[in-house]
Nanobody, 124 residues
Framework: EIQLEESGGGLVQAGGSLRLSCAASGFTFDEYAVGWFRQAPGKEREFVAR???????YYADSVKGRFTISRENAKNTVYLQMNRLKPEDTAVYYC??????????????????WGQGTQVTVSS
């Protein structure tokens, strides 16, 4: 069974940090790119960051310089280190796995497998 499970969400004050984890099972993890997305109430799901199988990384402009994505293939896990958090970062965060070879990796349909999400709340 293919599974992606996020953890590490919670409540933090503005300026604080959180590290999200995405643990994968049931597929050949190191052959896939993994992305993080987020969805705030009433808004569409949006791209946050992506790491390819070769560890190339990509970020949304809104998080560049504050968030860092990384992967540890030996543990089938991808991390999202989030620093200098802002209230506008509040959302449910999802990890997703998909092909390394896509035209626009920022689009949710480009990903095949999704986790259930973890809530991140940043208070002002």
């Amino acid at each position: 069974e293919i599974q992606l499970e996020e953890s590490g969400g919670g409540l933090v004050q503005a300026g604080g940090s959180l590290r999200l984890s995405c643990a994968a099972s049931g597929f050949t993890f190191d052959e896939y790119a993994v992305g993080w997305f987020r969805q705030a109430p009433g808004k569409e799901r949006e791209f946050v960051a992506r790491v390819s199988w070769s560890t190339n990384t990509y970020y949304a402009d809104s998080v560049k310089g504050r968030f860092t994505i990384s992967r540890e293939n030996a543990k089938n896990t991808v991390y999202l280190q989030m620093n200098r958090l802002k209230p506008e970062d509040t959302a449910v965060y999802y990890c997703a796995a998909g092909s390394n070879y896509v035209n626009d990796y920022r689009l949710p349909p480009r990903y095949d497998y999704w986790g259930q999400g973890t809530q991140v709340t940043v208070s002002s």
